[in-house]
Each structure stands twice: as structure tokens, then as C-alpha cells.
């Protein structure tokens, strides 16, 4: 129904500005497409939240906050403020938003062109320039110029990746190992980190064993998909020898907890 429905307004707009100028009705039709654009507050335990979503899938992560993945949102309401928050996989930003809200200072990474243009309207719109830092960049073990294979170009879409695949979109993306990053860039080293990367992680991880030791107190890394399937894929064992083990959390989560012994 809401497919068809925005196809049936999308022909009214169409057929309404036919008759203008090529340039006026193109012009018209880009002034409805702004002011058709979703913002939606999103209330949290912090406050409210603007979240600005130019696709309808942006609209996925604001929509279920606090269902899909519950466990990030109680892990970040238990971070001390003040906390430097990596959001490695930041997306939109919503949940660099929360920690935004809650008084940390946050380091958002987003490698998709799109989903990063969405996320720095939204540190804008909510007025967290001073609070939020993004960067359009990946992350891997190794530093160099890398491709970011595209489940889709639209704003808010997961399940991109670094690692070669067959068809789809390919963004040229520069890729840092995290201690390169902290080291060359002058980077404020994260004390938190935020880890959802739909897949490499552990590679990630491989390439922040320096950062890990020295600087961070807490991790929470999504396990799922091919990385639950091969029992976390050496991301234990690598946060173990770095100094962490495993916090419990509640429920059955895709997210896990690591924290200094």
C-alpha cells in the first residue's frame, strides 16, 4: 500500500508541473522533495533525539529504537559522561546521537557516502558539532585505499563491505588500521568503543591491538550472521588477549560486552 501510494503521488506531482518550464519544474519538483523529507523525534531516557532520514530505510533505526537492539541503548545510558566514544559504524547516528546527549564526546565513522551525509545533517539539526565528530573513512587491519562494496546506495542501508564480493556498487573509500588512526591523525583515543560493522570485526580488532591495551575500557562488538556462525570468529580471543573479558548482558543480544579485567 505505501509503495503504491507514494508511486500514485509521485505521477501527481509529475503531471501537476508538466505544464511549467523544464528548469521551474524541475525545480518545483526538488522544493516538494525537501519539504516531503522525514525528521522524527525519537525520545530517549537523555531527551529527545531529531533524526532527519532521506530514504525510507534510514527510517528503520529510529523507528526501533529501543527494540532492535535494546542492549545498546542500556549499554550506552550505563557510560560515565565525559567517556570518548568510538561509533565505528555509525550509520545514520542515532546512537551517536544518545551518547551525545549523555555528555560524551563522540568520534562517528561512516564510510557510506550517503549514510554519512545523514548523519552529519542529523550532528547538525540537533546541534552536536561540538560534541560529535564524523568521518567518512573505514576501518580495517591494514591502512590503504580500499573498496566498500554496496548492499544499496541509500541512506541507512547495512551490510556493506570491505571484503570482496560479486555485483553491486563499489565507493572508493580511504581505510585506516585503528592504531594508524590514533597514531598519524592525532586522534583523541576512544575509551569506549562501538563496533557494528556487519562482518569484519575481527579484522578491525586485529588492527587496534595497541589502541585496545592502552586506551579502551569497554567494547561492544556485534556477533552475528557469519561471525555467531563460526563462534565469534577469534573476536573473543582477540579482545581476551588484549586485556577484556566478557560482561554479561541481558537477553539474548547480538551485541557483546567486553571490558578490562
Known sequence: MSRSLARFLTGFVIKATAPMRPRRAASTRALVGEALLQRV??????????????????????????????ETVAWIMGLPPG????DIGANIGLYSLLAARRGMNVLAFEPSASSFAALVRNVEINGFDRRIAAYCLAFAERTGLVALNMASTAAGHSMHSIEEREGGFRQAVPGFAIDDFVQYMDAPPPTVIKLDVDGIEPAIL??????????????????????????????????????????????AARNRRFVKS
Open 41 to 70: 523525534t525519537v525520545e530517549t531516557e537523555a531527551g529527545p533525539l531529531l533524526v532527519e532520514c532521506p530514504s525510507a530505510r534510514a527510517l528503520h533505526d529510529p523507528q526501533g529504537f529501543g527494540q532492535d537492539e535494546p
Open 83 to 86: 567517556s570518548v566514544l568510538w
Open 206 to 251: 586485529r588492527g587496534a591491538r595497541e589502541t585496545l591495551r592502552a586506551h579502551v575500557r569497554e567494547v561492544l562488538v556485534e556477533i552475528d550472521g557469519a561471525n555467531a556462525a563460526a563462534g565469534g570468529n577469534g573476536i573473543p580471543e582477540i579482545l581476551i588477549e588484549c586485556g577484556f573479558h566478557e560482561a554479561p548482558m541481558e537477553g
